[in-house]
């Protein structure tokens, strides 16, 4: 089988700040904080860890592993303060990435399946 995925996702920091993690964006020159919002989309063979002949003849239970290729695009807001009405920055970034898929799939019907699937992205 194959896969594609498109999707968004909204970014933004938040949680308590650490006093180790402010001293190094400091000296490093890093953002402080931001906001934005990422594209992805990806292509990935699905490989099903028992095989069946058609969609008829498969078992009430499966498995599946896949692994592809996948793009994305972020477009976000940076502020090199805690302060929000400091000056934001705005920026984008694009990267390559391998998406890795393992998946449990129930069948309900003749053609109808419902799955749980863990999904991460390793980009380079």
Same mark, same amino acid.
């Given at each position: 089988?194959?896969?594609?995925?498109? *999707?968004?996702?909204?970014?933004?920091?938040?949680?308590?700040? #650490?006093?180790?993690?402010? @001293?190094?964006?400091? /000296?490093?020159? !890093?953002?402080?904080?931001?906001?934005?919002?990422?594209?992805?989309?990806?292509?990935?063979?699905?490989?099903?860890?028992?095989?069946?002949?058609?969609?008829?003849?498969?078992?009430?239970?499966?498995?599946?592993?896949?692994? *592809?290729?996948?793009?994305?695009?972020?477009?976000?807001?940076? #502020?090199?303060?805690?302060? @929000?009405?400091?000056? /934001?920055?705005? !920026?984008?970034?694009?990267?390559?990435?391998?998406?890795?898929?393992?998946?449990?799939?129930?069948?309900?019907?003749?053609?109808?399946?419902?799955?749980?699937?863990?999904?991460?992205?390793?980009?380079?």
């Amino acid at each position: 089988a194959l896969q594609l995925s498109l *999707g968004t996702q909204w970014l933004e920091t938040g949680g308590p700040e #650490r006093t180790w993690a402010v @001293d190094a964006w400091q /000296a490093s020159g !890093g953002v402080f904080t931001f906001t934005g919002q990422a594209f992805y989309g990806d292509f990935m063979p699905i490989v099903y860890l028992i095989p069946y002949d058609t969609h008829m003849n498969r078992g009430r239970f499966n498995a599946y592993v896949g692994s *592809g290729f996948g793009y994305v695009y972020v477009s976000r807001e940076d #502020r090199f303060s805690f302060d @929000d009405t400091a000056p /934001a920055v705005s !920026g984008t970034a694009t990267s390559f990435y391998i998406p890795g898929l393992i998946g449990l799939t129930y069948s309900i019907g003749s053609v109808t399946d419902l799955s749980l699937e863990f999904k991460g992205m390793f980009s380079f």
